[in-house]
Nanobody, 128 residues
Framework: QLQLVESGGGLVQPGGSLRLSCAAS????????IGWFRQPPAKEREGVGC????????VYADSVKGRFTISRDNAKNTVYLEMNSLKPEDTAVYYC?????????????????????WGQGTQVTVSS
């Protein structure tokens, strides 16, 4: 089965940047759409964005549009989340999640239950 591992989190000052990685293993990666989610302290898990299986289609939450970019390198079995102009409200545990048959980004991409495979999460803290 698909296994996902996030990395790249840490402490960054407001206005700074981080690049998170989601490394996949176990099965062929290029059949899966990958979503990024985050869970701030004491809040519900929320969708950040999603990328389809071949990387040709992406979608983002309004809160991160223009600041975050999702990309993938299927040869490396890795999806990336580049985060720029970070704000304190971006502080959260960030997760990547996969769903098979993701040739297109569905209108329901932002619903966690659409994804069958999840990583363990990586902490991002934006603070002075």
């Amino acid at each position: 089965q698909l296994q996902l591992v996030e990395s790249g989190g840490g402490l960054v000052q407001p206005g700074g940047s981080l690049r998170l990685s989601c490394a996949a293993s176990g099965v062929a990666f290029d059949y899966y759409a990958i979503g990024w989610f985050r869970q701030p302290p004491a809040k519900e898990r929320e969708g950040v964005g999603c990328i389809n299986s071949n990387g040709g289609d992406t979608v983002y939450a309004d809160s991160v549009k223009g600041r975050f970019t999702i990309s993938r390198d299927n040869a490396k079995n890795t999806v990336y989340l580049e985060m720029n102009s970070l704000k304190p409200e971006d502080t959260a545990v960030y997760y990547c999640a996969g769903v098979i048959g993701g040739d297109t980004v569905k209108s329901t991409w932002w619903l966690p239950y659409e994804y069958h495979y999840w990583g363990q999460g990586t902490q991002v803290t934006v603070s002075s």
